[in-house]
């Protein structure tokens, strides 16, 4: 399948937009799973597990499993295994770099560990990005406008063109898009107008959307800027960390299923 096929099938099995972030370290899991050998691979597996059935998309960070070293990258490489073929697998890597680094950079995170997407930025321009858009099977969600406050400091900026600087980068996404259709954009849920504005500017694209719950995006904002397009709705704290306790994938199914009850 295609990377928008992969997407549109997994929302289509679950009936669902929620993607679920695995944001997992040491410090935000239940204490009683801290004696196991691995307990970020052990809290993964319990939710999805318990959501399994819920989620179209999981989006580990990760961040969260190269800050536990070689312990992380096993956790993160149990924790793609554990996920069902028919769901999506974002890597939420960030990354952006030129030449052979992002030729390594493809090769970890679509190779050694075999996500169908992974997150950019696109700031260093189409040589940085080229190595992961070769196939039309994997996907990349670049940066486009990102839900935290300094996004105001270069995003937001007035180009000689008239433009923002996020409605560039948005434009110059739809062009690397149109070989293969393997693109799209990380959008944030605090911005609903702008959400809105960037949705009719690029229909083709799917959203990546992060903000909602902890960070105090709207999901019904979201859901009505968003109108008819494909996009995958990310929460990590509120589903993970609803409980702390021996019931924790309980409570992160109950929560799961709020949000996607919301969703349709």
Known sequence: MTFLEKIKSAQLKNKSKLCIGLDTSLSNI??????ETNPVLTFNKAIIDATKDLACA???NVAYYEAYGIKGFEALEGTLAHIPE?????????RGDIGATSDQYAIAYQEKFPFDSVTLSPYMGSDSVEPFLKR??????FLGLTSNQGAKDFQYLDLASGKKLYEEVTDKIREWNKPKNNCGLVVGATKPSEL?????RAPELPFLIPGIGAQGGSLEEVLEANDSGIALINVSRAICGA???????????????KFVEGMR
């Not at 239940?30 to 004696?35: N, Y």
């Open 30 to 35: 239940p204490e009683h799973l801290l004696s």
């Open 58 to 60: 999981y989006k580990p």
């Open 86 to 94: 028919y769901i999506f697998t974002i890597a939420d890597i960030k």
């Open 136 to 141: 039309d099977d994997l996907g990349v969600f």
């Open 196 to 200: 809105k504005a960037i949705r009719e």
């Open 243 to 257: 409980s702390r306790r021996m019931d924790f994938a309980e409570a992160a199914r109950m929560a799961a299923m």
